[in-house]
């Protein structure tokens, strides 16, 4: 079913979802807020874009171009009403592909390139959704990790930054995937529900052809010990709470 919701926190913009795929959660939020933009970075690619949560957000922490990719073509029509709503077709456009087709289609053309991928292997025995549409989206059917950073390279200008939001249990791998398609590492910000807790999400970014070196940034906690929100959780919880009501 499809709806219409708020993105709180942001005036005045709005997203279309459908209850059939995933609506946008923290993942994407944490990636659009905490995700570095610099003054020269002119084009911005989003893989895995989904209903364009991410892209539009970004419309409000810069004027570049903004491109959203997005396989399933009913998300990218979600999308497209998104973008048409909040008035901003001269810089979000969307583009329905296979990432891997795009990325040869598009070489060393991009200053930054944004993915929330599907986070779990796509192992014969691994739970999955019923519906096709949300397996696709948590599980690595059509597209692996390592797939995922060859293309970032491809598309990435040299100096250019990946930034990608994903689970800390697999971040070995993903520095590994990193180093494999010579994207270095350069920050990571470790997300935890509180502070006696390990943490299950990292926001990691990294640069093509860049020198050694990273910073490991200050955390997110999301929760004090007492149970409540965190100031900074709070508000961006506040942007998602509304895609409940």
């Known amino acids: 079913m499809e709806v219409l919701n708020d993105i709180l926190d942001y ?23 905490y995700s570095t933009i610099r ?9 895995c874009t989904g209903n364009c949560v991410v892209p539009i957000i970004l419309s409000q922490r810069t004027k570049s171009n903004i491109l959203g990719v ?25 583009v329905n592909s296979d990432i891997k087709i795009f990325s040869q289609e ?12 599907p986070y779990f292997k796509n192992y014969d025995m691994s739970t999955k959704n019923i519906s096709y549409e949300k397996m ?29 939001v994903h689970r800390t249990d697999r971040l070995m791998e993903i520095f590994e995937c990193f180093k494999k398609n010579n ?18 999400l990292v926001l990691i970014e990294g640069q093509k052809v860049g020198k050694v070196g990273m910073i490991v940034d200050k955390p997110l906690i999301m929760y004090n010990l007492d149970g409540s929100m965190t100031i900074e959780y709070k508000r961006l919880q506040e942007v998602i709470n509304n895609e409940t009501k």
């Open 11 to 33: 005036k005045n913009l709005k997203i279309y979802q459908d209850t059939d795929f995933f609506s946008f959660s923290l993942d994407s939020i944490i990636l659009a807020n």
């Open 39 to 47: 003054f020269r970075d002119k084009n911005i690619v989003d893989f």
């Open 70 to 94: 997005e396989i399933q073509e009913k998300l990218c029509i979600l999308a497209n009403k998104s973008i048409k709503l909040n008035k901003l077709e001269d810089r979000v456009k969307i």
């Open 106 to 117: 598009h070489l060393n053309e991009f200053d930054l390139v944004l993915c929330n991928p």
């Open 136 to 164: 696709v989206a948590r599980h690595e059917v059509l597209l692996n990790l390592n797939d995922l950073v060859a293309c970032a390279k491809k598309v990435l200008k040299d100096n250019g930054t990946f930034s990608l």
């Open 183 to 200: 994207i270095e590492p350069k920050r990571v910000k470790f997300i935890y529900n509180n502070i006696n807790s390990s943490s299950t």
